[in-house]
């Protein structure tokens, strides 16, 4: 294996997700239990949503967070970066992409995770073209159904 292959991030679809903010919140909590930098990235239009969700968790499980267009001191050192373009994250480990296409730069990501909505069919399609374009650039591809899993 060359140094290059084994640089390639993790990628799983997580399929079945009742509600993906809430289902990335989740998700959010259990990553920064083991102590991962999470970047969170999508439409502005889901991302405030999310953030105000991340701000109300129960005070033990406060998500503390910035989004794109924080204040740098305060957005550089934040666990988990809400942003729009994975380009702007000041992080690599992992990376939650709850937008439509596969995301620029995700290459320099440990992990990507694709969450799929379960009711949402214009999702489920978007989500079968990322899958085949992981697929086309040699990623292999985990597949977590929450369903069976528990979410």
């Excluded at 889901?46 to 001191?73: N, T, Y």
Aim: net charge negative; proline share 5%.
């Amino acid at each position: 294996m060359t140094t290059m292959e084994s640089a390639k991030p993790q990628v799983a679809f997580h399929f079945n997700a009742p509600d993906k903010l809430d289902y990335a919140c989740r998700f959010v909590r259990k990553a920064l239990r083991h102590d991962a930098r999470v970047t969170l990235v999508g439409p502005m239009e889901h991302l405030r949503p999310l953030s105000a969700r991340l701000w109300k968790q129960a005070g033990h499980d406060f998500l503390a967070h910035a989004v794109q267009g924080d204040p740098a001191e305060i957005f550089d050192l934040a666990p988990v970066v809400l942003v729009e373009s994975a380009a702007e994250s000041p992080h690599s480990d992992v990376l939650v992409n709850l937008g439509f296409a596969m995301p620029l730069g995700f290459e320099r990501f440990k992990r990507v995770v694709e969450v799929v909505a379960s009711f949402d069919e214009a999702d489920r399609a978007q989500a079968r073209e990322r899958w085949r374009g992981y697929q086309d650039a040699g990623y292999a591809i985990e597949r977590h159904d929450l369903v069976l899993h528990g979410g």
